[in-house]
């Protein structure tokens, strides 16, 4: 299998994606790195040439390679350990172990569900987590992986939800719950159509249609908002359907992808 990493500036991101992903229905892993955010894609037809054109002057670096068929051991070989906050370690299954100075938080996905840290805006989501005080309970709307979810139970949040719609979602959280030792109530529900948990902290880190639906129903008892999964240009319409319901926001993090942390006016 051939591997193509092409590293673009930050804030060329979102227009990169909306137009490489119409070639590549496989998706791209995108991973911060120093110099911006690399896009790594495995398979498909579409030679380097062609993506570097697409990707034009947002190219920062290209690099090509073969890669496993198996993938776990691309995982293995590709997957990032980053650090967060000078709280936690995040690593895949098949990366070292860190130096054991911070806890470790280890995530897979084995069936691609997203939300194991690779993706910028799970990132900074927890990054606003950490900048918060643990109180009461906590729910991971979206959780894909499950990194968020796991990162608040470790933090003493009590109790925690997880809720996704994919059934691989929800698989992956469970099984990286009990490897992480924590307690995580996982649920499968639809958040265009059901209420989410009633948590005192919530995050959202899920499309513009489904922030628009979760500002409607959000609970008295919420008090603060993570919500991400939206590219900058969308900010200010995500910002104005939590204002309607009456949150504003404190703090934020990011470039092309943004993650907004909102509370609810007093």
Not at 108 to 121: I, M, R, V
Not at 193 to 212: F, K, Q
Not at 221 to 239: F, K, Q, Y
Request: charged share 25%.
């Amino acid at each position: 299998m051939r591997r193509i990493a092409l590293t673009v500036r930050a804030d060329a991101v979102e227009d990169v994606l909306d137009r490489l992903l119409p070639l590549l229905p496989q998706g791209v892993h995108p991973a911060d790195v120093d110099d911006g955010v690399e896009l790594a894609i495995y398979g498909g037809d579409v030679p380097g040439d062609r993506l570097e054109a697409l990707v034009g002057d947002a190219l920062v670096a290209i690099d090509e390679q073969d890669a496993p068929d198996d993938p776990r051991e691309r995982r293995r070989r590709f997957g990032r350990t980053w650090e967060v906050g000078g709280r936690f370690v995040v690593r895949p299954p098949e990366a070292p172990e860190s130096s054991g100075a911070l806890p470790e938080l280890v995530i897979d996905s084995p069936a691609g569900a997203f939300g194991t840290g690779a993706h910028p805006t799970t990132r900074m989501c927890l990054e606003l987590l950490l900048d918060l005080e643990p109180a009461g309970g906590f729910a991971d709307l979206g959780c894909g992986a499950g990194l968020l979810a796991i990162a608040a139970a470790a933090l003493g949040y009590r109790p925690v939800f997880a809720v996704d719609h994919e059934a691989r979602s929800v698989e992956a959280t469970r099984r990286n719950a009990e490897r992480n030792g924590v307690e995580v109530e996982v649920l499968q529900l639809d958040l265009l159509d059901v209420t989410p948990p009633p948590a005192p902290t919530l995050a959202a880190n899920v499309p513009p249609a489904v922030h628009r639906a979760l500002a409607k129903r959000l609970a008295p008892a919420v008090i603060h908002v993570i919500a991400s999964g939206v590219a900058n240009t969308a900010v200010e319409d995500m910002l104005a359907v939590y204002g309607a319901a009456g949150f504003d926001p404190i703090d934020e993090r990011g470039g092309a992808w943004r993650a907004v942390l909102l509370e609810r006016r007093r």
